[in-house]
């Protein structure tokens, strides 16, 4: 019995052995933690190898009824440990009951973005991600300042995250292959617990920003009346985290902004 992958859950299953014992190896259980959840494990490849490391216990969360059976027949010792679920609905401040664990997967890459945006809103609970994305989305996460794939999810995960792009994969080790070729990014907590300024308004200046990256900060940050700075000069991407904090601080002072939400970088 073999699951067969669905497009509508985003489903490609990888295939390439060496390329899923990489990646369950990345788990170095920094912040040190006894629980691993993977996310959307499919018919278990890389899963097979998380089991192999006795030092935490994996679980696993699967969308896809026909893979929860799947996995329940073929890794009997996953026993009372598959959870048919969404993990974006997860209440992960109770899903270990408080205990830190760690993320792995192959993630589906038409939920990636989303997934680590829950990742951050648990992020003192989550230290330490390892997985699979679309290559273009991996960069990105990864890119510093000055990159053209320096963006929105650079910088927050960066202000809470060092990030490690780890290696690349082309099509064809997946079933059925993607159009598009995979990254594998490692992301280990970094040691800031406190911003220093409000977390929303810090990401409302980060996503102005970017929202119309074309334009320098001046333009871009118009609706927060901003005394001039240096940095009113210089676009988002050339910003980095401290930059964005500093920006954050003097909108502070500025009095309440409104957090605007924007779904997609410019």
Do not use: W
Request: hydrophobic fraction near 40%; aromatic fraction near 10%; glycine fraction near 6%.
């Amino acid at each position: 019995m073999d699951v067969r992958a669905k497009k509508s859950l985003g489903q490609h299953f990888l295939r390439d052995l060496e390329a899923a014992k990489k990646i369950a190896d990345l788990m170095s259980r920094h912040g040190d933690y006894n629980r691993v959840l993977e996310i959307g494990p499919g018919m278990g490849v890389l899963t097979q190898y998380l089991l192999e490391h006795t030092e935490y216990q994996t679980d696993v969360v699967e969308l896809d009824r026909e893979s929860v059976d799947y996995l329940n027949i073929h890794y009997p010792q996953l026993k009372g440990r598959v959870h048919s679920a969404d993990f974006l609905h997860l209440n992960l401040a109770n899903f270990f009951n408080g205990e830190k664990f760690g993320i792995v997967g192959n993630f589906p890459y038409n939920i990636s973005s989303q997934i680590l945006f829950k990742v951050l809103d648990y992020k003192d609970l989550v230290p330490e991600v390892a997985g699979m994305f679309q290559k273009e989305v991996a960069v990105r996460i990864a890119s510093k300042p000055g990159n053209k794939d320096y963006g929105i999810l650079s910088v927050l995960l960066q202000a809470f995250y060092d990030i490690e792009y780890c290696f690349s994969l082309g099509p064809e080790v997946f079933s059925p292959p993607p159009k598009v070729n995979s990254g594998v990014i490692r992301l280990k907590r970094n040691n800031v617990t406190d911003l220093g300024v409000s977390e929303s308004l810090f990401k409302s200046v980060v996503k102005m920003g970017f929202n119309q990256r074309r334009k320098t900060l001046r333009n871009a940050l118009k609706a927060l009346q901003l005394p001039d700075n240096p940095f009113m000069s210089k676009r988002a991407e050339q910003l980095s985290v401290a930059d964005f904090l500093e920006l954050t601080q003097m909108a502070k002072q500025q009095g309440d902004v409104k957090e605007i939400e924007i779904i997609k970088e410019d």
